[in-house]
C-alpha cells in the first residue's frame, strides 16, 4: 500500500513513511492510495474473532509489506494486554443504546487504542533503522497523556507535550505531569488548543528544523492512529449484528479532530455496513455547522464541560474533504488556501447533500449534556462522561445507535457531579493521582519560545549524540 498527500505534493510513500513523516511535507495529510474492501464473507469470518485478531486482519492489508504478520500481531498483542477489559473494547447495553466502552486503557480514554499501538510501532520502526524520534504533540487533555503513556521510557524516543495552562482538568493534567521518565517533557503553554496545535503545525513546517531534529507526530493527523481506530468499528458492529452482513448500524461520535468520526468513515469505504454516521459536538460547532450547511468556518473556542472536543480548526478535516471533492488535490488545495485567506471554506450544494446522506450533526449544550448523563443515570443507573453524553444525546431519534464512550466518567468529576450529585468510582489507573510528584514547564504561546525549549532540552538530554 502506497500512500498520498491530501494536497498533491508528495511522492507516493509506504506505511513506515507515512508514519514517520506525520503531517505530509506538502503540508497536507496522508491517506492510503485506496480502501482495501471488505465483502460479506469476510464480515461474517471477521466478526467471530477477538480484538487483537480483528486488528491484525483491519490493518493487515494498509501495513503491507512494511511488517511482516507475525510482527504485527505482536504490536498489536503487547499494545492491548495492558487494557484492563479482556475485550479491549467492550459493547454494553444502556437503554436502548449500545455503549462502546474505549476507556479501559491506562490513561482512561479512547485515545489509548490508537496510541498505545502507536508508541510500540514507532519503537518497532526505530529498532530496524536505528534512528532516533522526537515527538512533539499539542493536547486539549486526554491526548497527551495517552501519548505519553504510549512511549514513557522508551529508548530511542523523546516526547514533547504542549497543553493549555489551566485549560485541561485537573486529573488529565496530572496524568500528563506525574510521568517522570527522563523522555517525558511536558509544556504549559499560556494560550489555547487551537494555539497549540498551530504552533506544532508550524514547528513542523519548519522543515529544517523538522528534519535535524527527527520530529514526529502524535496527533490525530498520523495515519496509524487513524488505522488503529477503524478496528473497533467493526468490533463493535459484529458485536450488535452478531456479523449479518444484511445489517447496517448507526455509531454516534463525540467529535473534536474528526479524527475518531474520520475512522469511522474509512470502515464504511471499506465495506462495513454503516447506515449513519452521527457527528456529536458541543457548543464548539464548526463541524456540526459544516454538515449542516457546507460553509466551514471557525469562531471562537469556547470552553465546556467537555474540553476535548473544544476544538475549532479540525485537524483531521481536510482528509474528508479529498474524498468529498472526488480525490482531486488541486481541489482541496483551493479549499485550503481560501481557508488560510478568509478563515471560511465552502463547498457547493451538491456535496454538502453528500455529506448529509452519511452523517447527521449536532450540537449539544451544556444544559442537554447534563441533562443527558442525569437523565441516563435515573434510567439505567450508568454514568456517562460529559464527551459520551454528548454523543448519546444526538443519538437520541435513532435508537440501537452504537455510542462511543470516549473516555471513563472517573475523569470528568465535576461534571458528573454536577449532573448526578455524586462522582464516578475511579478505575485503579486513576487513583492517588493527586499526590503524586509532578514536573512540567510553563511557556508562553510563541513558536519560537517552544523552538528553543526543545532544542535546549534535547541538547542537555543527549548532547553531541544527537546527530546519530
Ligand atoms: C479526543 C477526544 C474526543 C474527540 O476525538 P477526535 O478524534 O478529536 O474527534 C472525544 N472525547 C474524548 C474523551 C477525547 O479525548
Known sequence: MRYLSTRGGVEPVTFSQAVMMGLATDGGLLLPE???????????????LPFTELAVEVMAPYVGTDLDRRSLADLVERSYAGFSHPEVTPVVEVGDRHVLELFHGPTAAFKDVALQFLGNLFEWLLERSGGRLNILGATSGDTGSAAIYGVRGQERIDIFILHPY?????????????????NVHNI??????????RIVKELFNDLAFKSEYSLGAVNSINWARILAQVVYYFYSWARVTGGD???????????????????????SRMGLPVRKLILATNRNDILSRFVNTGVYQAREVHHTISPSMDIQISSNFERYLYYLMDRDPAAVRGLMEQMAREGRLEVPPEKQAEVARLFHAEAVSEE????????????????????T???VRAARGYPGAI???TAHPAKFGDAVKQAIGVEAPPPPSLQGLMEKETRCERLPAETAAIKEYIKRTLAQRHGQTMEE
Open 245 to 267: 452482513p444484511e445489517r447496517a448500524v448507526v455509531f454516534s461520535v463525540p467529535t473534536g479532530n474528526f479524527g475518531d468520526i474520520f475512522a469511522g468513515y474509512v470502515a
Open 188 to 197: 504549559a503553554i499560556e494560550g489555547t488548543f487551537d494555539d497549540g496545535q
Open 368 to 387: 442537554e449534556t447534563l441533562e443527558q448523563i442525569r437523565r441516563t443515570f435515573e434510567e439505567s443507573d450508568y454514568i456517562l462522561d460529559p464527551h
Open 34 to 48: 485506496n480502501f482495501p474492501q471488505v465483502d460479506g464473507e469476510t464480515l461474517r469470518r471477521w466478526a467471530g
Open 403 to 405: 455510542c462511543l464512550a
Open 389 to 391: 453524553a454528548v454523543g
Open 166 to 182: 489551566q485549560r485541561v482538568s485537573p486529573i488529565q493534567e496530572r496524568q500528563m505531569t506525574t510521568v517522570l521518565d527522563a
